[in-house]
């Protein structure tokens, strides 16, 4: 199959390495060298070049708030049977433009950040395709994920954003109130040390990728169970309430899994 790819951050270097192993794969992106440095991509150096390569497959990796902008410039230069591409963490106004475009399309949402993922070893790791999508389409990336380790699911479009408002927006807003309060003199015990990583992790990320993952219109709702939470640890903590902390403490316990919670006391 002949795919282009366009946007080589994290995401589309990993995409055109992995599937230039089976496909031919040409990109582009702002800074060439990103696409040159990958063996066995073509790097095209202009929408002539998008146009004459033809490709049957279009990935769109470029950052979230440029997705659609980047779909309307070069919808004209592909054929009208390629099938369009988005992997982008909230999905948000992409199912209008999908309404409208013309083109079948495949949504997904490989669900490992390469910067916190081992990217050789992704058998703990999980992608999502969308279910509106081209159900041939979704079989090529279903096949794809599954055989890169990765457990798939298939969620529809409101499902997916709600869900990234759980499983991405609650942990963002938890580690940025923790970076939001560090003290650079901090003598760092194991446990701050751990949460500082992955902190520093989250922060290297693009700003615009953070700030569309907190804008997802499903993320108030956690931010709101987040504040709830903190106030009533504060009064648990204010008033010394050692029964209510226990009590507290089993229900975090049931909460991540623990079956044992009936053992745990103070």
């Not at 063996?39 to 279009?58: I, M, R, T, W």
């Given at each position: 199959m002949r795919i282009a790819i366009l946007g080589f951050g994290h995401m589309g270097s990993w995409l055109a390495r992995e599937l230039a192993q089976a496909h031919t794969v040409c990109g582009f992106d702002p800074i060439p060298a990103r696409v040159e440095e990958l063996?066995?991509?073509?790097?095209?150096?202009?929408?002539?070049?998008?146009?004459?390569?033809?490709?049957?497959?279009?990935i769109n990796a470029v950052p979230l708030k440029e997705t659609i902008p980047v779909f309307e410039a070069v919808i004209e230069s592909i054929p009208g049977d390629c099938i369009l591409c988005d992997v982008t963490?909230?999905?948000?106004?992409?199912?209008?433009?999908?309404?409208?475009?013309?083109?079948?399309?495949?949504?997904?949402?490989?669900?490992?950040?390469?910067?916190?993922?081992?990217?050789?070893?992704?058998?703990?790791?999980?992608?999502?395709?969308?279910?509106?999508?081209?159900?041939?389409?979704?079989?090529?990336?279903?096949?794809?994920?599954?055989e890169k380790g990765l457990t798939v699911f298939d969620y529809s479009f409101d499902e997916h954003d709600r869900m990234m408002a759980y499983s991405l927006t609650l942990p963002f807003v938890s580690t940025m109130v923790f970076a939001a309060c560090m003290d650079k003199e901090t003598v760092p015990g194991t446990t701050f040390r751990k949460h500082r990583e992955i902190a520093g992790g989250l922060l290297s990320e693009?700003?615009?990728?953070?700030?569309?993952?907190?804008?997802?219109?499903?993320?108030?709702?956690?931010?709101?169970?987040?504040?709830?939470?903190?106030?009533?640890?504060r009064h648990v903590i204010s008033g010394r309430d050692y029964e209510e902390a226990v009590t507290f403490f089993n229900r975090l316990r049931e909460n991540m899994g623990d079956n044992t919670v009936e053992t745990r006391v103070l």
């Open positions: 063996e066995g991509v073509e790097n095209l150096k202009s929408q002539k070049k998008l146009s004459e390569f033809a490709p049957e497959l279009l963490s909230v999905k948000g106004e992409l199912p209008e433009f999908y309404r409208g475009c013309g083109h079948v399309f495949v949504s997904v949402h490989p669900m490992f950040g390469p910067t916190f993922a081992n990217i050789s070893a992704l058998d703990e790791e999980s992608a999502v395709i969308i279910r509106e999508s081209d159900s041939n389409a979704a079989a090529l990336f279903h096949s794809f994920f599954e693009d700003d615009y990728l953070l700030a569309e993952i907190l804008f997802n219109p499903h993320s108030m709702k956690q931010l709101e169970r987040v504040i709830s939470r903190m106030e009533f640890m």
